[in-house]
């Protein structure tokens, strides 16, 4: 559905007031893509609402109606998550952006789906507490619920599915419900809020959540390690975790991606397989601890460099280049377009699955970066070339298959925080098989119409 019929404008512009729903060309091309390569179809409209009473009621519409529905946050998610695939109606929930309700005592925080990380942080942080889930990217809550996204303090404190207490949805067809409660725990029939976490907006839409927070450590430590080869340092990462060393964050970068960051930030990294590790504690004293053990078990594996009690400055200047890795990619190869593999494989195989990818990218000739969340066993490989091309696209696309058939033969997963969108369909029947129709049945039940972000998680028939 590329384009409204005049009464159908006439309908959605009833449910909210006339800035908050629009045809013109700009927005809906601005709600084509995210900042994947991944394009849709255009979408016939945008709508704002700004309440669950709204959502229910244009729901309940474009059900009766068949309009395809479809979710939208920020826009940063990297598998064309939020894409139109049949045009019809973007809901763009970025203006429902009231953080409701801060209870420090109970470490909670109530939030609308369009509430950014950052914000709830800056706001939380008043209270001394923080929601740690980090994507790098400036995230929407919302949007974080759909994708389950994660990050890189992993490791140490979960992913987003962790965090999330209660949830009010709004179903295809409009009817509204409620998961989960404010106790911190329960074991009372079906976890429904686990089962709209990660679901990338093809059940419901989530239009308030209750959220864990936690305590802003007191004291960080950030250790750099370098070593003269890559399985090194991916042996090294294992051990660290074998230990129970419990790194707040575990960071795997590789020469050529040190390189790029280098060169565009000036962070003077030595450009050798490196691991960068920040830890939380409560006392300075406990840290120095955990980092002298730290060299130790990293000495034993190969390092050759051991820099301890980085300064906050650098270590804001590191992590802020960390974050920035993917456009530090993207702004070294103009003209280019990004395939991000996103896969996730248990620690005792992180090695192997580091030293399989390296050798695959060097193998192919491809321009390639290799990094990852390594401390939870989470895999990226920016690949990098032209999608209309269809050679070197397709050598791209053939590297991201054997990568992702690699970490599900390992006991993985074909993304450990990206989601699926469209970009990882093709490989949901090779890491799921019989649970994979099961999937489909839940979204026959809730949604029999497969009008809620359609050409998400499933292929279109």
């Not at 979408?43 to 729901?59: D, F, M, N, Q, R």
């Not at 911190?184 to 989530?206: A, M, N, P, Q």
């Given at each position: 559905?590329?384009?409204?019929?005049?009464?159908?404008?006439?309908?959605?512009?009833?449910?909210?007031?006339?800035?908050?729903?629009?045809?013109?060309?700009?927005?809906?091309?601005?709600?084509?893509?995210?900042?994947?390569?991944?394009?849709?179809?255009?979408?016939?409209?945008?709508?704002?609402?700004?309440?669950?009473?709204?959502?229910?009621?244009?729901?309940?519409?474009?059900?009766?109606?068949?309009?395809?529905?479809?979710?939208?946050?920020?826009?940063?998610?990297?598998?064309?998550?939020?894409?139109?695939?049949?045009?019809?109606?973007?809901?763009?929930?970025?203006?429902?952006?009231?953080?409701?309700?801060?209870?420090?005592?109970?470490?909670?925080?109530?939030?609308?789906?369009?509430?950014?990380?950052?914000?709830?942080?800056?706001?939380?942080?008043?209270?001394?507490?923080?929601?740690?889930?980090?994507?790098?990217?400036?995230?929407?809550?919302?949007?974080?619920?759909?994708?389950?996204?994660?990050?890189?303090?992993?490791?140490?404190?979960?992913?987003?599915?962790?965090?999330?207490?209660?949830?009010?949805?709004?179903?295809?067809?409009?009817?509204?419900?409620?998961?989960?409660?404010?106790?911190?725990?329960?074991?009372?029939?079906?976890?429904?809020?686990?089962?709209?976490?990660?679901?990338?907006?093809?059940?419901?839409?989530?239009?308030?959540?209750?959220?864990?927070?936690?305590?802003?450590?007191?004291?960080?430590?950030?250790?750099?390690?370098?070593?003269?080869?890559?399985?090194?340092?991916?042996?090294?990462?294992?051990?660290?975790?074998?230990?129970?060393?419990?790194?707040?964050?575990?960071?795997?970068?590789?020469?050529?991606?040190?390189?790029?960051?280098?060169?565009?930030?000036?962070?003077?990294?030595?450009?050798a397989p490196t691991l960068f590790c920040e830890f939380h504690g409560i006392s300075a004293a406990?840290?120095?601890?955990?980092?002298?053990?730290?060299?130790?078990?990293?000495?034993?594996?190969?390092?050759?460099?051991?820099?301890?009690?980085?300064?906050?400055?650098?270590?804001?200047?590191?992590?802020?280049?960390?974050?920035?890795?993917?456009?530090?990619?993207?702004?070294?190869?103009?003209?280019?377009?990004?395939?991000?593999?996103?896969?996730?494989?248990?620690?005792?195989?992180?090695?192997?699955?580091?030293?399989?990818?390296?050798?695959?990218?060097?193998?192919?000739?491809?321009?390639?970066?290799?990094?990852?969340?390594?401390?939870?066993?989470?895999?990226?490989?920016?690949?990098?070339?032209?999608?209309?091309?269809?050679?070197?696209?397709?050598?791209?696309?053939?590297?991201?298959?054997?990568?992702?058939?690699?970490?599900?033969?390992?006991?993985?997963?074909?993304?450990?925080?990206?989601?699926?969108?469209?970009?990882?369909?093709?490989?949901?029947?090779?890491?799921?098989?019989?649970?994979?129709?099961?999937?489909?049945?839940?979204?026959?039940?809730?949604?029999?119409?497969?009008?809620?972000?359609?050409?998400?998680?499933?292929?279109?028939?």
């Amino acid at each position: 559905m590329e384009e409204f019929t005049a009464d159908q404008i006439a309908a959605l512009s009833k449910f909210v007031s006339s800035e908050r729903f629009s045809t013109g060309q700009s927005s809906r091309e601005l709600h084509l893509h995210d900042i994947s390569a991944h394009r849709g179809l255009i979408p016939a409209g945008i709508i704002w609402p700004v309440s669950t009473e709204e959502i229910s009621k244009i729901l309940t519409w474009t059900y009766d109606q068949n309009v395809p529905v479809t979710p939208w946050g920020a826009g940063t998610s990297t598998e064309g998550n939020p894409v139109p695939t049949r045009g019809g109606l973007v809901m763009d929930l970025t203006r429902m952006d009231k953080i409701i309700e801060i209870r420090p005592r109970d470490l909670q925080a109530d939030v609308q789906p369009g509430v950014l990380r950052k914000e709830l942080n800056r706001q939380a942080g008043q209270q001394g507490l923080f929601f740690p889930p980090d994507p790098g990217a400036d995230a929407t809550i919302g949007g974080m619920i759909a994708n389950n996204a994660s990050g890189v303090q992993t490791v140490k404190y979960g992913a987003t599915k962790d965090y999330v207490m209660k949830l009010t949805v709004v179903l295809p067809g409009g009817n509204i419900i409620h998961t989960g409660c404010k106790a911190h725990k329960s074991s009372s029939g079906y976890d429904l809020s686990r089962l709209f976490v990660g679901s990338e907006g093809t059940l419901g839409i989530v239009t308030e959540a209750t959220l864990r927070l936690t305590g802003i450590p007191s004291h960080h430590l950030a250790v750099t390690i370098s070593f003269s080869q890559l399985d090194e340092a991916s042996q090294a990462v294992a051990i660290m975790i074998g230990s129970g060393l419990e790194p707040a964050a575990l960071e795997l970068l590789t020469p050529q991606l040190i390189h790029l960051m280098n060169r565009e930030n000036n962070i003077g990294l030595p450009e050798a397989p490196t691991l960068f590790c920040e830890f939380h504690g409560i006392s300075a004293a406990t840290l120095q601890e955990t980092a002298d053990l730290t060299r130790e078990l990293c000495e034993d594996c190969g390092a050759t460099g051991f820099k301890s009690g980085v300064e906050a400055n650098e270590r804001a200047q590191l992590w802020r280049a960390r974050h920035e890795a993917w456009e530090t990619i993207h702004r070294a190869h103009p003209g280019k377009e990004t395939l991000i593999v996103d896969a996730a494989v248990p620690i005792s195989r992180y090695p192997e699955m580091i030293i399989f990818s390296q050798k695959l990218v060097d193998d192919k000739g491809a321009a390639g970066y290799i990094f990852g969340h390594a401390g939870d066993g989470n895999l990226h490989v920016v690949l990098v070339g032209d999608p209309d091309n269809e050679k070197e696209w397709s050598l791209l696309e053939d590297i991201n298959t054997r990568v992702v058939t690699r970490a599900v033969q390992l006991g993985g997963t074909c993304t450990g925080e990206h989601g699926i969108g469209i970009g990882k369909r093709k490989f949901m029947q090779l890491e799921h098989g019989d649970s994979y129709q099961l999937m489909r049945r839940i979204k026959d039940l809730i949604d029999p119409k497969g009008l809620l972000n359609p050409g998400k998680i499933f292929m279109e028939p």
